[in-house]
């Protein structure tokens, strides 16, 4: 036999052993490896990491560092505020929310925190500072301009206006 | 070109013995117990009796490719049932745990949205530029997480190059099973350059997905939204969105196989089909064409589910890079000009152990992955027929 053909006969052999430890050994280390890229889900759709909280007694909001688009991407750059637990949360929100951290506030959020879970949202915002937008009965438009409940939180993006 | 008075077909090898094909099948019946019924899986009787059936249905089916020596109509059951079951299946879960199919905005934000292969190639430059990934979904996350899938592709693809397309896709089954029904194709006449629209899907929806940073296949132009999830239609865009989906659906999965007798989707738009050839490269298993056999009848050609073959490719003994590895054409042939291969082997020369090799590793392949869709989608039928 040629050394080609007992080269060829030995990497078929390994694609079988491959086949039989890929749920044993090789799913595991391929995601291992993969998760070990170090890559992130599109801060879009995560709304970017919290860099602090503010608390409000029973409840806390989250402030979200900027996100801003990549190329081409549709969406306006925005911030995340989330207001958490919902179960914790008043019926009516009206906060004045300091985003940049400078002591003076930014945006003046209100909405009403219905009981069904499902019941649809919708948020005012006040712009105290020109760099962010004011928003009128918004929904869930966009992503950079929406009001959800995920969990037990109430998610807010409010464009940048000046980013 | 041969006539077919000069096709003079070799003798059939004879089936192979039930005892020896009992042996053969022997390590798929293990395989398939243990990957079908290891542990914190199947916890409800219904979920077992699922098990259950898919292990004796993979086995049998694995049993007759022994007996018979035959591939493609065995692998055609598994992989038609795979292609049926899996939106039974998911759309369940997806009613069960949402009530409805629609991707909503909360689900993506949370990171909730289920990753199939098909962005994987579109990920990739955005990756590479700004080390983000374009999808709703979650990195980790053991059943529908991006690293699991990833990690879940990469293996197979090692394993059988663009054999995913016949042993592991769960879209393809559909096609495949509407180009199954009628007895003879109503058009005949392919024109064999839309081979390359694939190629050219494949590069826009890449440099698209770039520019735009969404996985843009997924948002426009994936058929297979039509019957898993489609996006929430919240305005006329949703809208517009999902009448394509269910277009492309209806013309490319329905429609046209039941005219060809092709898998028309993969054939001519699927960009990670496209993308999928490039791993035949690396797979080492191939399908070859012994010239010193071969009268070039075209029923090879004929047989090919993807056009993977052409008088050209034929001459020169080998398939196109597009070649699935379903069989179709080995078991046409009438006089078995056409043989499983190992790379670096000589043509011909125990074609039989090349094809065990490979239906071992794609068979294992397939109950692993497509046992445990085929199993969910039968737990969800006897959850409303018991």
């Known amino acids: 036999m040629k050394i080609s053909a007992k080269l060829g006969y030995t990497a078929a052999g390994a694609t079988v052993l491959a086949a039989l430890l890929t749920p044993f050994l090789l799913m595991g280390t391929f995601s291992k490896g993969f998760v070990a890229l170090g890559l992130q889900v599109d801060e879009v759709y995560t709304g970017g990491p919290k860099v602090r909280a503010i608390p409000m007694g029973a409840y806390s909001i989250n402030v979200h560092r900027p996100v801003y688009q990549h190329f081409l991407q549709s969406e306006k750059p925005f911030v995340q505020l989330d207001w958490r637990p919902v179960s914790a949360l008043p019926q009516r929100v009206s906060d004045a929310v300091d985003v940049d951290g400078d002591g003076q506030p930014d945006l003046r959020v209100s909405f009403d925190v219905p009981r069904d879970p499902k019941a649809s949202l919708r948020v005012d915002v006040d712009s105290l500072n020109p760099r962010y937008q004011a928003m009128r009965n918004a929904g869930k438009e966009r992503y950079s301009r929406l009001i959800v409940r995920v969990d037990n939180a109430i998610l807010v993006r409010v464009p940048l206006a000046n980013p | ?386």
């Open chain 2, 1 to 386: 070109m041969a006539t077919d008075a000069h096709i003079l077909p070799l003798a059939r090898p004879a089936p192979r013995g039930i005892l020896r094909s009992l042996l053969l099948t022997l390590p798929i019946l293990i395989w398939s117990l243990l990957m079908l019924f290891h542990p914190g899986t199947n916890t409800d009787p219904k979920s077992r009796i699922a098990a259950a059936l898919t292990a004796i249905f993979m086995t049998a089916l694995f049993f007759m490719m022994m007996r018979t020596r035959s591939t493609y109509r065995w692998r055609r059951y598994f992989f038609v049932s795979l292609g049926i079951l899996f939106p039974i299946g998911f759309i369940h879960n997806l009613l069960v745990m949402r009530g409805f199919m629609g991707i909503p905005v909360e689900e993506m934000i949370a990171g909730r949205t289920p990753f199939c292969f098909m962005p994987i190639p579109l990920l990739i430059l955005p990756a590479a530029f700004t080390r983000t990934l374009v999808f709703p979904g979650s990195i980790l996350g053991s059943q529908h997480g991006i690293a699991a899938m990833v990690a879940l592709w990469l293996a197979i693809t090692l394993v059988m190059g663009k054999g995913w397309c016949s042993y592991a896709c769960f879209f393809g089954g559909i096609e495949e099973g509407m180009a199954a029904i009628p007895p003879r194709a109503k058009i005949r006449k392919l024109d064999t350059r839309w081979r390359y629209l694939p190629w050219a899907v494949l590069l826009a929806m890449v440099l698209l997905s770039l520019a735009l940073f969404e996985p843009a296949y997924c948002m426009w132009l994936c058929p297979f939204k039509a019957v898993t999830e489609y996006v929430a239609a919240r305005n006329a865009l949703g809208l517009v969105q999902n009448a394509i989906f269910v277009l492309l659906f209806a013309g490319l999965v329905i429609m046209l196989p039941l005219l060809t007798k092709k898998r028309t989707q993969c054939s001519f738009f699927c960009p990670f089909g496209a993308f999928q050839s490039i791993f035949n490269k690396t797979s080492i298993f191939e399908i070859k064409i012994d010239p010193a056999h071969c009268k070039p009848c075209l029923l090879c050609q004929n047989a090919c589910p993807n056009l993977s073959l052409s008088k050209e490719s034929i001459a020169r003994g080998e398939t196109l890079l597009s070649c699935m590895k379903c069989g179709a054409c080995v078991d046409v042939c009438p006089r078995q000009a056409i043989v499983w291969h190992i790379k670096g082997t000589e043509i011909a020369w125990k074609p039989e152990r090349a094809r065990l090799m490979f239906l071992y590793a794609a068979w294992a392949m397939a109950v692993m992955f497509g046992g445990s869709i085929i199993t969910q989608g039968v737990a969800t039928i006897l959850h409303f027929l018991v």
